[in-house]
Nanobody, 123 residues
């Protein structure tokens, strides 16, 4: 059974940084794409960043240049380094594991989800 456990969320002032982690178990981590999504109150869950099985990355335009996604296959762990945070980045952040090695922007194309971690950016 695939399990994804996020950590690292919290409260930070605008302009600050946070690093999210996602510990994965239950499948061959390195063979699948991994991604981060977020959901703000009253809004749809949206794609933030993804990394394919070869290490290629994709980002939403709203976070490009500020966020960096990475993976450590030896530790079965996914990361999201978030810099220059803005109040509009406030949301619950979810880790997702793909159905294959490709990154998709649509949340429906992702098989497994973590429980989410809250990120709050104060102005």
């Amino acid at each position: 059974q695939v399990q994804l456990v996020e950590s690292g969320g919290g409260l930070v002032q605008a302009g600050g940084s946070l690093r999210l982690s996602c510990a994965a178990s239950g499948r061959i981590f390195s063979s699948y794409a991994m991604g981060w999504f977020r959901q703000a109150p009253g809004k749809e869950r949206e794609f933030v960043a993804g990394i394919n099985w070869t290490g290629g990355t994709s980002y939403a335009d709203s976070v490009k240049g500020r966020f960096t996604i990475s993976r450590d296959n030896a530790k079965n762990t996914l990361y999201l380094q978030m810099n220059r945070l803005k109040p509009e980045d406030t949301a619950v952040y979810y880790c997702a594991s793909g159905r294959d090695g490709i990154v998709y922007y649509a949340k429906e194309r992702w098989n497994y989800w973590g429980q989410g971690t809250q990120v709050t950016v104060s102005s």
